[in-house]
């Protein structure tokens, strides 16, 4: 077969026999059937491990299929499991911005917030943790959009929430597109009167977009004169994605 | 000018992490390592202090790199440990004899039960602050020069040395300096924690010859010179990692708290410059020492196993794949369906101290899932730490206003409602949830004058999140009362052999 990646085809291989199998195989049984060398085996074994379509026997190190699998529609990072891995890198972005910080990711059509740092100035703020926000109209939304499936084809009628708010398909298009260009998104009152955001792609195995992280407040603080947001900010916001990014992929899961 | 930092090492009992601060006190980089745990036998747990000395020697370099930056912007290195865990080494080849016997090892229960009924076992308690236990570290020197041919007489030469592990890496780091800190020194028992220096009398009744034991210095002061790992860079400070948290989420003034939550939970209590005995089941201990200043004291309630039970349910039942998935998993169900866990796995520590009890799961009826099982081991630890507050304001007769809370398990959400629920004050989670390195760095650069004061510590404090309490006092009540009866059907399970 011309034009194909043998590596994947063998993975595939890798996975139709656990599927079919009845029980857990050993990396012997899997080399054997397969007719790999035992080395290779391992590093495909491995890497599907890391992407959790595979799992290993603690004990017996016997190899099965994998829960992600049968999850491949929905969400494959578990949103507690995002929290805990970028509480870390959202703690230095809050101090280093002095704005609040939250991480989104897409749930049924809107952005479910799964982690809220407060704006470090000790005032009386209140955690916003599992609360929902409109993709088209909110930094966090648009950063998501830009990499998802949905973001492709994005709905022809949107609800608007200011005069700032992008409501037309070509409008979204078009902003999604830049986004995809500069790396991060932006968002000026489209939500709420006198408020800004700064959002970038948070990336999982591969450089699927498994969420998003970003900071707000009152727009004389976020932006310029010109509406533009400081470019000191957009840095912070893009490290501290890169900093989850690289945590999330790097650590064996 | 080139901008400076400074570095904490946190040598925790799963693993080893080096983290660069800067001068607002936020992570700039991280190296992190796990050590492997040995369990010998049932009880047993030990580590390999050589293994986690190399772990500091590549992850201070490492997490160096990770920062961008070299020895010369590193203004100090401040060390934050698992505290009671022992290590024994030979002064010429710097080679530990056996492993480390860690702090949740209970190896010394016999040993310990005979020395409770040896006459000045009263003594050694009203000076050490401390119930006689097979927590600390001084039964455990004891338990290996009993066992360990030769051990003694070469102690007594002072041809081998005892050390906490903050007093091990200080030895490797400085090339042969033999120095531990007032809180690590609190923990062994030996320790006179009013002179704060070693008690003979102590010392004596243990059977431990003096020559083996590092000197007591301040918690906060320059302790010496790093010549591996972060050659050049003075060593500013050393601390117990539980008194790391308090110091790092900035609690100088008595009455204020914190509690962090780890393999096990730990709740302290500042009572400045007096040593208050607690009669409800705390400890007293040094909660720190600046070089020049009379010492600060703590009441603490430790809590064996909290984060463990979540690790527990992860490794041994498998029916989560992370810990954060607890909160997935617990949220599948409303309620814990009338079920309790109590994970007395090695007894019951503060404020019980019942070492014959263990775990129990009450409550069980075809009804319960595993989503009710996940809300249980939640639940689990949250009702813990209640019982540790309410022994807390018994003993210091203060309210606790708010509970300030730090460690990997304020990441659930679920968790930290459900401590402001059945604790009814509001839970407080500063901006630096790693506030066992930041107060290992914090000690460290007010050492070196890299911050100027405590106050200057104090402004670098913020809320990053507050959970409001919501349950309804009634049932609040009626759970706080079936979470008691399940305790008391952990007790009198072991029966005395």
């Known amino acids: 077969m011309p034009g194909t990646v043998q590596s994947i085809e063998r993975a595939a291989a890798v996975l139709r026999l656990l599927a079919g199998g009845t029980g857990r195989l050993t990396l012997g049984d899997i080399a054997h059937s397969l007719d790999l060398a035992k080395g290779t085996t391992h590093g495909i074994l491995r890497t599907l491990k890391a992407v959790g379509f595979v799992e290993q026997d603690r004990v017996s190190g016997h190899y099965q299929l994998g829960a992600a699998v049968l999850r491949l529609g929905t969400s494959f990072l578990d949103i507690n499991e995002l929290r805990s891995r970028s509480i870390n890198w959202a703690d230095p972005l809050a101090a280093r911005s002095g704005e609040a910080v939250r991480i989104g990711t897409v749930l049924d059509g809107e952005v479910l917030v799964v982690h809220h740092v407060f704006r470090p100035d000790d005032t009386f703020q209140t955690l916003e943790v599992g609360a929902l926000l409109p993709l088209h109209a909110t930094a966090l939304g648009k950063a998501l959009l830009a990499y998802s499936a949905a973001g492709a084809h994005p709905a022809p009628d949107l609800d608007r929430f200011t005069h700032r708010t992008l409501v037309t398909a070509r409008a979204l298009s078009t902003e999604l597109n830049h986004i995809r260009t500069v790396g991060h998104s932006v968002e000026v009152e489209e939500f709420t009167p006198g408020e800004a955001a700064v959002a970038a792609p948070i990336r999982g195995h591969g450089g699927l977009v498994v969420g998003a992280i970003g900071i707000s407040g009152h727009v004389e603080r976020v932006c310029d004169t010109h509406y533009q947001p400081h470019p000191r900010l957009v840095a912070y916001v893009r490290d501290a994605a890169r900093a989850v990014s690289r945590d999330l992929t790097a650590a064996e899961r | ?497």
């Open chain 2, 1 to 497: 000018m080139t901008e400076s930092y400074v570095v904490a090492i946190d040598q925790g009992t799963t693993s080893t992490r080096c983290i660069v601060f800067d001068r607002r006190g936020q992570l700039v980089s991280l190296a992190q390592q796990e050590h492997k745990q040995y369990f010998p036998k049932p009880g047993w747990v030990e580590h390999d202090a050589l293994e986690i000395w190399r772990n500091v020697e590549r992850l201070g370099p490492e997490a160096l790199r990770r920062a961008g930056i070299t020895e010369s912007q590193v203004a100090a290195v401040g060390i934050a440990n698992q505290r009671e865990t022992t290590v024994v080494w030979d002064r010429v080849t710097g080679r530990p004899v056996g492993h480390a016997i860690v702090w949740q090892d209970t190896r010394t229960d016999t040993l310990v039960n005979r020395l409770a009924r040896a006459p000045g076992a009263d003594a050694v308690h009203e000076r050490s602050a401390l119930p006689l236990a097979t927590y600390f570290s001084g039964p455990r020197v004891r338990w290996m020069l009993d066992r360990t041919p030769g051990l003694r007489e070469r102690a007594e030469r002072g041809e081998v040395l005892f050390g906490t592990m903050e007093t091990w890496l200080i030895w490797k780091l400085t090339g042969g300096l033999h120095v531990t800190d007032v809180t690590n020194a609190s923990r062994t028992m030996l320790l006179d924690v009013h002179t704060l220096d070693w008690s003979p009398e102590s010392l004596a009744f243990f059977g431990i010859p003096r020559e083996m034991l590092p000197e007591v210095r301040p918690s906060v002061g320059v302790f010496g010179t790093a010549r591996s790992a972060f050659p050049g860079v003075r060593i500013g400070a050393a601390l117990g990692d539980q008194q790391a948290a308090l110091f790092g989420q900035t609690c100088f003034t008595p009455g204020e708290a914190k509690c962090t939550y780890g393999t096990g939970s730990f709740l302290l209590l500042n009572t400045g410059a007096e040593l208050v005995r607690s009669t409800h089941g705390l400890l007293s201990t040094v909660a720190y020492q600046i070089d020049g200043e009379p010492a600060a004291y703590a009441l603490e309630g430790s809590i064996a196993i909290t984060g463990s039970l979540v690790q527990w349910f992860r490794d041994q039942l498998e029916l989560i794949a992370s810990a954060p998935e607890i909160e997935t998993l617990a949220r599948t169900v409303a309620d814990n369906g009338g079920c309790y866990i109590v994970p007395a796995f090695s007894g019951l520590f503060a404020p019980h101290w019942r070492s014959e009890a263990r775990g129990v799961v009450v409550g069980l009826t075809s009804y319960i899932t595993k989503g009710h099982l996940a809300r249980a081991v939640l639940e689990a630890t949250a009702w813990q730490i209640r019982e540790v507050v309410d022994a807390m304001n018994a003993d210091s007769g203060l309210t606790l206003k708010t509970l300030k809370v730090d460690g990997g398990m304020t990441a659930d959400n679920l968790l930290m409602q459900f401590q402001a629920d059945v604790l009814d004050v509001p839970v407080v989670r500063p901006l630096a949830s790693e506030t066992v390195s930041l107060g290992a760095a914090y000690a460290a650069g007010l050492a070196v004058g890299y911050w100027p004061d405590l106050e200057g510590l104090r402004q670098n404090w913020h809320r990053a999140a507050q959970w409001l309490p919501t349950m309804d006092s009634a049932l609040r009540d009626r759970e706080y009362g079936n979470w008691k009866r399940a305790v008391s059907r952990t007790l009198d399970w072991i029966e005395p052999s």
